[in-house]
């Protein structure tokens, strides 16, 4: 079995996402709905504020350390 027929053999198809559908607003309301997509588009935003700052972070660290192995390079060749 290949790795994609792996993975998609547990995603919802056509039909079964309208089913879940129906079981979302029988669950919370058609007055709800707005509010928690609103909640889930917060999170996801500050989801992504948070990868663009750790990947900031880690871009600034390796720079850091790209920098420092070159001053020891450096170093080495006065030396």
């Known amino acids: 079995m290949n790795t994609t027929?792996?993975?998609?053999i547990g995603l919802p198809?056509?039909?079964?996402w309208l089913i879940i559908l129906?079981?979302?607003l029988l669950f919370f309301g058609g007055a709800k709905i707005p509010q928690l997509m609103r909640?889930?588009?917060?999170g996801v935003g500050e989801f992504q504020a948070g990868l663009t700052q750790g990947?900031?972070?880690?871009?600034t660290a390796m720079d850091e350390a790209a920098s420092e192995e070159e001053g020891k390079v450096e170093?080495?060749?006065a030396v």
């Open 22 to 24: 129906v079981v979302v």
């Open 13 to 16: 198809t056509g039909s079964e």
């Open 55 to 59: 990947k900031r972070a880690l871009k």
């Open 75 to 77: 170093e080495n060749k």
């Open 39 to 42: 909640g889930i588009g917060k």
């Open 5 to 8: 027929q792996l993975i998609a």
